[in-house]
């Protein structure tokens, strides 16, 4: 994945479509491979000569797509995969890596689902609880 497409997106750049445009390709065959039982799912990430925090708020807007049914789990994990194995982005505090490790380890931390993502948010990213969503200022 191109991360400079990502940051345009975290950054207001660029619309979801035209994100979700830069990985579909990918995100499908990352899909495809977690259905098969000991496969490995391959995680792309094109590094950039970039280096931007990765905040809380960057965070809250990924799990807003989730929650607002934009994005599935499963580019909800792949897009806090790329996040985490880049090198271009670098958590600002402890409660954003804390967050992107529970978003991008489902296997580990259990299935991305509505309420686990809002509790993720709500908990490590210090965010309002609104019934499910993620709404509002850190």
């Known amino acids: 994945m191109n991360l400079k497409e990502l ?3 975290l950054d207001g750049d660029i619309e979801l479509a035209a994100l979700r445009f830069e990985y579909e ?3 499908g065959e990352y899909e495809a491979a977690l259905k098969k039982r ?17 905040k809380s708020e960057d965070l809250r807007k990924l799990c807003n ?20 194995m880049s090198d271009s982005f670098e958590p600002a505090s402890s409660d954003v890596s804390d967050a992107l490790f529970r978003l991008s380890s489902p296997e580990i931390n259990g ?3 509505p309420a686990s993502v809002a509790e ?11 019934g499910q969503k993620v ?4």
């Open 38 to 54: 000991g496969a490995s799912a391959a995680v792309v990430v094109a590094n950039d000569d970039f280096s931007r925090p990765l």
């Open 7 to 9: 940051k345009r997106f």
């Open 120 to 130: 993720i948010a709500h908990e490590a990213l210090k965010v309002p609880h609104e």
């Open 65 to 84: 797509c989730y929650l607002d049914g934009e994005i599935s789990e499963v580019e909800l994990d792949y897009l806090a995969n790329v996040l985490e």
């Open 135 to 138: 709404r509002g200022e850190a």
């Open 111 to 113: 299935a991305l689902t």
């Open 25 to 27: 390709k990918e995100v």
